[in-house]
Nanobody, 120 residues
Framework: QVQLVESGGGLVQAGGSLRLSCAAS????????MGWYRQSPGKQRELVAA???????NYAASVKGRFTISRDNAKNTVYLQMNSLKPEDTAVYYC??????????????WGQGTQVTASS
């Protein structure tokens, strides 16, 4: 089993910044892609940003140029630096990891979610 623990959410004024962290732990053999998704009330969960094990990144059009995803493979941790936050960025942000555990089982894991609120 692999566990994902997120931190760094909170309340910030529009235009402000927040940094999210997500640390993976447990019986990890390897982690492939890691990413951040978000979901606001009444909407489907959507991809915000993703990063592969070799550092290739992908961003939603709505956050490109404002958000930066990065990872520390030695720490099994992924980060999301969010700048110039807008009220429409308000959502619960979920960490995601595609991981192989020590038994060889490949699964898609999710964190518990962290609330990000950008007030106008």
């Amino acid at each position: 089993q692999v566990q994902l623990v997120e931190s760094g959410g909170g309340l910030v004024q529009a235009g402000g910044s927040l940094r999210l962290s997500c640390a993976a732990s447990g019986n990890i053999f390897s982690i492939n892609a890691m990413g951040w998704y978000r979901q606001s009330p009444g909407k489907q969960r959507e991809l915000v940003a993703a990063i592969t094990s070799d550092g290739s990144t992908n961003y939603a059009a709505s956050v490109k140029g404002r958000f930066t995803i990065s990872r520390d493979n030695a720490k099994n941790t992924v980060y999301l630096q969010m700048n110039s936050l807008k009220p429409e960025d308000t959502a619960v942000y979920y960490c995601n990891a595609e991981a192989v555990d020590v038994t060889g089982s490949y699964e898609n894991y999710w964190g518990q979610g962290t609330q990000v609120t950008a007030s106008s």
